[in-house]
């Protein structure tokens, strides 16, 4: 074999992906890995691909978004897929697998490609080689500094983020919009409270239950003991024990917001804001947290308007060592003033292990395409494949923030739906699963070359 052409820095899920996509497209690649030389906090197995959290790669259904981010990987020819495929567990309606069995299989798969080289190191600098750089969100201190450099200093490594809602989901009978003191066009979405229905709310959060961080997770303190989280944001749950009219008079502040045309006032007010352009997501503003998803569900779900609502990102906080990709990189997760440097994974900001994957596949394919001097392929935007390309490259409203695959990302009007019945949640999902796989059976020819 030749001296590679491509080095893949990082054997996580993303970076065997972009080498495995690489190399059967007959670029020589070199992929480089620490383990098992050194290990992070997180990490135990000397195999690729490990599994650190969940065995579970969520749901399988393609009516599902991350369902159909699989289905598109799996056609167009994911290694990650098909070991979870045959590594797979009874999991009822999701893709889980055994996780040493699905590590294994890819292992076995990658040493013993003829295109890829594998090497036990640890990079402390970012390749001049065309490169992928998939060192996951535990990337070494050497390294991460090297790449805050080259991204100017915009890397975050802790977030507490909010959680998003669809926005077809709320409930536009108790909810409407309007801005405090009727300043701009209304732009916030406004769900009010009366006073008993904060009262039992605010009981409820404060006795949720919260998420047992890993170590590798729990966020540093500086020196007054206050967590040093994205933002700066003080979990939802952590103020409210302040007391009982702290989130009162802080996000849930109702000073200055009526409803439009009554002029009714409230005792609280809990504000969504758009998380895209098109209006398909709303964050819940000032609700950073760190309770278990099921706790975010029922109590967020107390919360007049959000009875119903479908949480497409639950709040989280954790290490998630992540770029600014809007500004940094383009639809390929190329470096935009980098010819030749990709970045995949969830440094990038997809969140979750088939996101991860699917940046880690569209970063080979595209190296490959570019060593092999052809054009570069932008996945259509009505795939989910394509959607959250365009959301790592375009992001949303306000600051970025890493993001799950999720059917708000393609706009519906991409799909042909009848936008009179968009509160059927089951026909709109079908709709925009046919018409990613149809998007991608267009092009799935281009893409394989």
């Not at 030749?2 to 670029?27: D, H, K, N, P, T």
């Not at 978004?65 to 590594?87: C, F, N, P, Y």
């Not at 970012?126 to 500094?145: E, K, N, Q, Y």
């Not at 383009?330 to 440094?347: N, S, V, Y």
């Amino acid at each position: 074999m030749s001296e590679a052409a491509l080095i893949v820095a990082g054997a996580g899920l993303a970076g065997c992906e972009a080498a495995w996509q690489a190399a059967q497209r007959g670029i020589s690649v070199r992929l480089i890995e620490m383990k098992p030389e050194k290990y992070t906090p997180a990490h135990r197995s000397p195999m690729y691909s490990e599994l650190v959290c969940s065995n579970s790669l969520r749901a399988a259904a393609i009516t599902n978004a991350v369902g159909l981010l699989k289905e598109e990987m799996r056609r167009i020819g994911s290694l990650i897929i098909e070991a979870a495929d045959h590594t797979s567990v009874p999991a009822g309606g999701a893709l889980a697998v055994d996780r040493d069995k699905f590590s294994a299989y890819i292992t076995d798969k990658i040493k013993n490609h003829p295109n890829i080289t594998t090497e036990t190191a640890e990079l402390t600098e970012i390749p001049d080689a065309p490169a992928i750089i998939a060192t996951g969100p535990l990337t070494s201190d050497a390294l991460a500094g090297k790449i805050a450099g080259l991204c100017g200093g915009g890397l975050h490594f802790y977030d507490a983020v909010a959680p998003i809602v669809d926005a077809s989901s709320v409930d536009m009978d108790k909810a409407f919009f309007a801005s405090r003191w009727g300043e701009g066009e209304g732009e916030y979405l406004n769900c009010p409270m009366q006073k008993d229905e904060y009262e039992a709310f605010y009981e409820a959060l404060v006795s949720a239950e919260t998420a047992q961080l890993h170590d590798f997770d729990t966020p540093d303190t500086d020196k007054d003991g206050r967590l040093k989280v994205f933002d700066g944001c003080m979990p939802i749950e952590e103020m409210a024990r302040r007391g009982r009219d702290t989130i009162r008079f802080g996000p849930l502040k109702p000073v200055g917001i009526s409803r439009p045309g009554t002029g009714e006032r409230y005792y609280a007010v809990v504000q969504l804001r758009a998380e895209n352009a098109e209006g398909t997501m709303y964050n819940i503003v000032g609700f950073q947290t760190h309770l278990t998803w099921p706790e975010q569900k029922r109590v967020f779900r107390m919360i007049p308007g959000l009875e119903d609502a479908e949480f497409l990102r639950y709040g989280v906080m954790h290490r998630n060592t992540f770029i600014d990709s809007p500004k940094l990189l383009d639809p390929t997760f190329r470096m935009r003033d980098r010819e030749g440097l990709r970045f995949a994974g969830q440094m990038t900001g997809v969140e979750g292990y088939v996101e991860s994957a699917m940046s880690g596949m569209v970063c080979g394919i595209e190296s490959a395409r570019e060593l092999r001097g052809m054009e570069p392929f932008i996945f259509p935007r009505e795939t989910m494949t394509g959607a959250m390309s365009a959301y790592i490259s375009e992001g949303g409203v306000g600051s970025f923030q890493p993001m799950n695959a999720n059917f708000a990302l393609i706009p519906l009007d991409m799909t042909g739906w009848d936008k009179k019945k968009r509160h059927d949640k089951k026909a709109r999902a079908e709709m925009r699963a046919e018409s990613a796989l149809a998007a991608l059976e267009a092009v799935i020819g281009e893409i394989k070359k």
